[in-house]
Structure formats: C-alpha cells, structure tokens
T-cell receptor, first 112, second 114 residues
Framework: LAKTTQPISMDSYEGQEVNITCSHN???????ITWYQQFPSQGPRFIIQ???TKVTNEVASLFIPADRKSSTLSLPRVSLSDTAVYYC?????????????FGTGTRLQVTL | DTGVSQDPRHKITKRGQNVTFRCDPI?????LYWYRQTLGQGPEFLTY????????KSRLLSDRFSAERPKGSFSTLEIQRTEQGDSAMYLC????????????FGPGTRLTVT
C-alpha cells in the first residue's frame, strides 16, 4: 500500500498559483494518483486523476515526474472559494476498496 | 451537488440508542461506499457494496455497525447501542464500474452521541 505524505497546511493570496506536492515513494506500477477537495461540512469532491506526465482539466493540473514518486497538484489563480482540504490518494483501479486511504490532507487557506 | 444524497444531515442521539442513516447514490452507479470522518482527519473506509452484495468491511467496523443495500439501490447504515466514540461524519459515495478512486460523495450525516 503506497503511503502518501503531504504538507499539513499552505497559505496563499487570491490570484496566485498554488502547487501542492504529494510524496509517494513506494508507488506501485499499476497505481494511479488521485486528488480530492473537501470543504467544511461537505463530502470530498474528485478533482483530478493521473498516471504519468501531465493531466489538465478545467479545475487543476496534475504533474507527475517520470519516477512517479511524487506528484504536484497545481491550482491556477486561486480564489477565496478554493480554501479547502486537499487529499492525495494513491492506489490501483479495480483493487480493494479498503485500501482507499485519504490521510489527513493539506489545508489550503486563501486570503485577500 | 454530486447527485448523492444522504439523510438525515444531522443526528443527535443519546448513548445506547440505535441510529440508521440512508444514502441514495447516483442511480446508474453500481458501487457504493461508506466512510467515517472525524474532526481533522480524512475519511476512513467502513464498507463497500457492489450492487446489493457487501464485498468488503473494514476491520475497524465493530459488530454494532451493519449496512445493507437492498436491490442494489439505496443503502442504510445502522449503528446499534451508540457510544460517544461513534460521533463523526458518516459519508456515502458511489461510483460506476470497478473499485475506483473517482467516487462521488454525498454531503454526509453528522452524528453526535451525547
């Protein structure tokens, strides 16, 4: 089971780009990297998923280096509404559900 | 709104009472998951259904917890003889296809045991 390490918290000003890095040194060959966002008193929301190189959608970009031992979630031009907890998950699609481990996440605080 | 609904949103109960929560997943999703989340922690896996079959249960799930998904549609999570340590947010998620990390979560049910 690939363990992930993320910063506990980050601060940013509105309008800046925010990069949150997740370390997963023992990632397995068939593991994917998935990021979720969670606002207070709400369930987590799927943001993005990738296997290697770069993935981009309307919300964020995910950068994965060739060795896949880390990944970076990039949020362009954050706003106050991006204040949330961000979780990095690593695991194989089609595996066992009990291995879906969220960890404690990174608490992002965006201010004016 | 992800399309996953949970009821009730809040529940306050006295220690020793039984409580039941309901989850209505996205209609075409065949996979349903239950998680528990305490303050400052990420969601913790409890159990998982594929259609009506309960395929996995966490070792952390005590005998006081039971979940069902009759007919593969909505699901219920019951906690018997509640304890103060059961106070948490109970989250339901659903997905399509096999076990996947792309899950759609409901808003959760916040349980407070007094």
């Amino acid at each position: 089971l690939a363990k992930t390490t993320q910063p506990i918290s980050m601060d940013s000003y509105e309008g800046q780009e925010v990069n949150i890095t997740c370390s997963h040194n023992n990632i397995a060959t068939n593991d994917y990297i998935t990021w979720y966002q969670q606002f207070p008193s709400q369930g987590p929301r799927f943001i993005i998923q990738g296997y290697k190189t770069k993935v981009t959608n309307e919300v964020a970009s995910l950068f994965i280096p060739a060795d896949r031992k880390s990944s970076t979630l990039s949020l362009p031009r954050v706003s106050l509404s991006d204040t949330a907890v961000y979780y990095c998950l690593v695991g194989a699609q089609g595996g066992t559900a009990s291995k879906l481990t969220f960890g404690t996440g990174t608490r992002l605080q965006v201010t004016l | 709104d992800t399309g996953v609904s949970q009821d009730p949103r809040h529940k306050i109960t006295k220690r020793g009472q039984n409580v039941t929560f309901r989850c209505d997943p996205i209609s075409e999703h065949n996979r349903l998951y239950w998680y528990r989340q305490t303050l400052g922690q990420g969601p913790e896996f409890l159990t998982y259904f594929q259609n009506e079959a309960q395929l996995e249960k966490s070792r952390l799930l005590s005998d006081r917890f039971s979940a069902e998904r009759p007919k593969g549609s909505f699901s219920t999570l019951e906690i018997q003889r509640t304890e103060q340590g059961d106070s948490a947010m109970y989250l339901c998620a659903s997905s399509l296809g096999g076990v996947t990390y792309e899950q759609y979560f409901g808003p959760g049910t916040r349980l407070t045991v007094t």
